[in-house]
T-cell receptor, first 115, second 110 residues
Framework: GAVVSQHPSWVICKSGTSVKIECRSLDFQATTMFWYRQFPKQSLMLMATSNEGSKATYEQGVEKDKFLINHASLTLSTLTVTSAHPEDSSFYIC???????????FGPGTRLTVL | KQEVTQIPAALSVPEGENLVLNCSFTDSAIYNLQWFRQDPGKGLTSLLLIQSSQREQTSGRLNASLDKSSGRSTLYIAASQPGDSATYLCAVCRDNDMRFGAGTRLTVKP
């Protein structure tokens, strides 16, 4: 299967800081990428779906202006948490796929802690 | 290193059957285990979350069990329907790491 990496694996920042999380598909042409987050003791929830070269589709309740997604190439998607606040502290995980009917491969996740 | 295995890789059943999907993991030091459903081209849909202190969770026709000491979880689907056709994934989570199984592709035939 594809190898997916995320960077950083964990980050601690002050409130008001913008944080960028990278998701890289190391050996797979990822036309579709998914971003998820998981709050403590809660289930993993889909935030948005992005297709290479087009705008991301956000799930209901997810602020697109706060969580900026850029899927500029087939191997890289970034999630930027703008003006992060403590309530944004969560575990963020990405997955990659080639679109309809294809298997998804998951990154190891990024733990964000906002002080 | 945590390894998660799901058996079977694929399953085809007639409508109405009860079925069991299996998930095993090698490191029992987990915080929780989750079962997800994945439809083609879609993101994951969370089905059930079992905390490490729990033994099972139920939602509608779904029941998931967790035996942490033996490194096993099962997802039981009662009275299967064609709409249940999807890939089912289990994932085990620790603090900074989540590991997924490869999934079981389920087909329920009308």
């Amino acid at each position: 299967g594809a190898v997916v990496s995320q960077h950083p694996s964990w980050v601690i920042c002050k409130s008001g800081t913008s944080v960028k999380i990278e998701c890289r598909s190391l050996d797979f042409q990822a036309t579709t990428m998914f971003w998820y987050r998981q709050f403590p003791k809660q289930s993993l929830m889909l935030m948005a779906t992005s297709n290479e070269g087009s705008k991301a589709t956000y799930e209901q309740g997810v602020e697109k202006d706060k969580f900026l997604i850029n899927h500029a190439s087939l191997t890289l998607s970034t999630l930027t948490v703008t003006s992060a606040h403590p309530e944004d502290s969560s575990f963020y995980i990405c997955s990659v796929g080639q679109g309809a009917g294809d298997t998804q491969y998951f990154g190891p996740g990024t733990r964000l802690t906002v002080l | 290193k945590q390894e998660v295995t799901q058996i079977p890789a694929a399953l085809s059943v007639p409508e109405g059957e009860n079925l069991v999907l299996n998930c095993s993991f090698t490191d029992s030091a987990i915080y929780n285990l989750q079962w997800f459903r994945q439809d083609p081209g879609k993101g994951l849909t969370s089905l059930l979350l079992i905390q490490s202190s729990q033994r099972e969770q139920t939602s509608g026709r779904l029941n998931a069990s967790l035996d942490k000491s033996s490194g096993r979880s099962t997802l039981y689907i009662a009275a299967s329907q064609p709409g249940d056709s999807a890939t089912y994934l289990c994932a085990v989570c620790r603090d900074n790491d989540m590991r997924f199984g490869a999934g079981t592709r389920l087909t329920v035939k009308p």
